[in-house]
């Protein structure tokens, strides 16, 4: 039996079962936070795929060649955005492409990259290394559900997002049964509540600058973008919100009026918190808002995040909407980087690397006066796929503009979605695309 916690239940005034005033919030773009959630387009498929040709082999370091006809066999269940040939050829510097000598049928066959596989074999350590922290954010999430068990499926969509290992029903719960049941429904149950872990990450970061008591007012770090101005009346009310006493999300608010200040406040808590659990502070707003429904939260958790702009920033990049924690980043960089996320970027680096020694050999030959494309096959990379990755990148450029028409966002000029798309810009954040977002609750 779960042991039963007293909660401490505030009083009520007034002001705090006030609901959210009828106003409207723009939505300015954050160039920067744009960038930390574009930089990691096609990491997840890059991270199957690398994996398919990695962890099927009984001999990791040394894998052998894998057909390309089994990667198109499986291409559906690691959701590759286009033809496997065409994405493979996307990373000549993370998969091998060759045709096997004869008398082998001329099909071509795919390894990974001597480059690939030292990152692999880095991202299990890292892994292994975690495995206790992975466990306890896997077990505060479980806290924060009312009924102590989340769907395993749901689980298997926060998996990314959580730094968990893909094989994690094997080689993470049963490492830790006093933490974790699955039931006979598939459902991951909690085994024991921590008391200690029921810390927010808020109230740890409150203990360590001082002068924070349990269920005392707490303040959320407030963060725009770049040209945001919150009208004087929401400006106000946010003033009056911050001040309201803080409930930690691993407490039971039913006694919360549902359309209060202070309910809306725990369930900024809430959000803030599972978003915090994350290793890369930031997670798909469906899969949000699809959690938030299993950890007890009122229907409109979308409003309550347009709500306050200042704590939560909705990305459109890569064709779907993105929720980041904006005290979390300092620009694109994360402010605490875990180490799975440290090795996700040396991952992101090498899917670049081919793109950047191109851009630089053609810089160089441009420069002596000598005709681009000579000689690019002396460092693998081929003019044919140069082109191909161009047009890859021109078409999810227009993607993009089809996805901002469809969210409602205001369309910008040709150059500033080139800008958008440029992953070195380094100019100073510039806010041109602003939308009004409906509020009122």
């Known amino acids: ?36 959630v574009e930089k990691e387009k096609h990491l997840k498929p890059f991270l199957a795929l690398k994996d398919l040709l990695l962890l099927s082999s009984p001999n990791p370091s040394s894998p052998p060649p894998l057909p390309l006809s089994s ?15 065409r994405f493979l050829r996307l990373f000549p510097s993370a998969f091998i492409e060759r045709l096997p000598s004869p008398p082998s049928p001329p099909h071509p066959v795919i390894s990974p990259s001597p480059s690939l596989v030292r990152l692999h074999n880095a991202e299990l350590d890292a892994v292994s290394s ?73 109230e740890r970061y409150a203990a360590r600058t001082g002068g924070y008591k349990r269920g005392s007012p707490l303040s959320f770090s407030l963060h725009f973008s770049r040209g945001f101005d919150l ?119 090498l899917m670049h690397l081919a793109k950047e020694i191109g851009a630089k050999s053609k810089d160089r030959k441009s420069r002596r006066g000598m005709k681009p494309g000579i000689g690019d096959d002396a460092i693998g990379f081929e003019d044919s796929k140069n082109d191909e990755y161009d047009n890859d990148d021109d078409d999810e450029e227009e993607d993009d503009d089809d996805d901002d028409e469809a969210y409602g966002m205001d369309s910008e000029d040709e150059e500033s979605d080139d800008e958008d798309e440029d992953e070195g810009d380094s100019s100073p954040m510039q806010n041109r695309n602003t939308r009004k977002i409906s509020s009122s609750i």
Not at 71 to 85: E, G, T
Not at 160 to 168: A, I, K, Q, S
Not at 266 to 280: K, P, Q, R, Y
């Open 1 to 36: 039996m779960l042991p039963f916690f007293p909660l401490r239940r505030p009083f009520l005034s007034p002001s705090q079962t006030r609901s959210f005033i009828d106003a409207r919030i723009k939505w300015i773009r954050d160039r920067a936070l744009d960038h930390a």
């Open 71 to 85: 990667i198109s066999a499986a291409a559906s269940s690691l959701s590759l955005p286009f033809r496997p040939i």
């Open 130 to 202: 975690s495995l206790p922290d992975l466990a306890d954010r896997l077990l505060r999430l479980l806290m924060l559900s009312p009924s102590r068990r989340l769907p395993l499926r749901l689980i298997h969509l926060l998996r990314f997002d959580l730094g968990l290992p893909r094989d994690f029903p094997r080689s993470l719960l049963p490492n830790y049964p006093d933490y974790f049941h699955l039931s006979d429904s598939l459902d991951l149950e909690l085994v024991c509540y921590r008391k200690d872990l029921a810390v927010s990450a808020m």
């Open 231 to 349: 009208e004087k009346k929401v400006r106000k009310w946010v003033e009056e919100w911050q001040r309201l006493p803080y409930i930690s999300p691993y407490e039971d608010a039913s006694h919360l009026a549902p359309k209060s200040d202070l309910a809306e406040k725990w369930t900024v808590a809430v959000l803030h918190e599972v978003l915090s659990l994350t290793v890369g502070k930031k997670m798909e707003k469906e899969i949000l808002v699809s959690i938030g429904e299993h950890l007890g939260l009122l229907p409109g958790l979308r409003k309550v995040i347009a709500h306050h702009p200042g704590i939560f920033y909705v990305s459109n990049k890569l064709r779907t909407h993105t929720v980041v924690l904006r005290e979390a980043y300092r620009r694109d960089l994360l402010v605490e980087k875990h180490p799975i996320m440290g090795v996700r970027y040396q991952y992101i680096h």
